[in-house]
């Protein structure tokens, strides 16, 4: 039986690549953890492959800015590719930094009306700056969730992941956040435990709106600052050994569960 096949993309920096590739992994899927020099020297090929997930860290050790070194990677050498993959409706995740990433090479939010028509995707139209506290914001945090999409479907209304970042503060122009929100785009906002709304630390970089993950308008593309992948288990709940179990996977794992579930329905 054929499997859904996942690229994990790495360079130096990265420090979450194997964690998400377990999460894939575990739910049946086969995930390959890549250096971006495989794809440039087309050693790789991104079209043997169903999903493309850009994990945490700090690539390039974020030098320059978080992800803007790997996002220019993609937009300048890979974007024929990238476009091929997202014109084949498969399936992209970036997490944290692979979200910062995602939003620097104009992946997401992929508004189209938004930004130059002729150069769709190379223009940045949101950005995620430097928390509000002035530090790296390192702890446990409540999400709602909002959007719509594959990676979505059937997930409890409020979650818990952990953030770990020093920019993870989302904005944008008002008509972008308004877009945004018309649009359904808005997948994860901060909140408080009984999901209102929330104050620091709950939102912990003040996002505009409280948004903390977004996707563009096919749902297909997710990016979130949050770490599902450290919540993919239960006992990786920061209480788990006060939790009644309630099976083996956290809150985390329907995400993955649901990329995977969605590439054998519709494209295997």
Known sequence: MKKTRVIILRTAGTNCDQETAFAFQSCGAQADCVHINKLLRQEVSLEDYHILAI??????GDDIESGRILANELRLYLSDQISRFINDKKLIIGICNGFQVLVRAGILPGLLNTCDKKDPGH????????????????????????GRGPWLEGLKRVVFFPVAHAEGKFIAREDMLKELNENHQVAFRYCAGDGTNPVYPRNPNGSSENIAGIT????????????????????????????KPNGQFGEGAGIFKNGVEYIKKHLL
């Open 55 to 60: 994990p945490g860290g700090f690539t390039y």
């Open 123 to 146: 223009f940045q139209q949101v950005s995620l700056i430097t928390n509000d506290s002035g530090k790296f914001e390192d702890r446990w945090v409540h999400l709602k969730i909002e």
């Open 216 to 243: 563009d308008p096919t749902g297909r593309i997710l990016g979130l600052m949050p770490h599902p992948e450290r919540h993919f288990l239960f006992r990786h709940h920061p209480y788990w050994t006060r939790l």
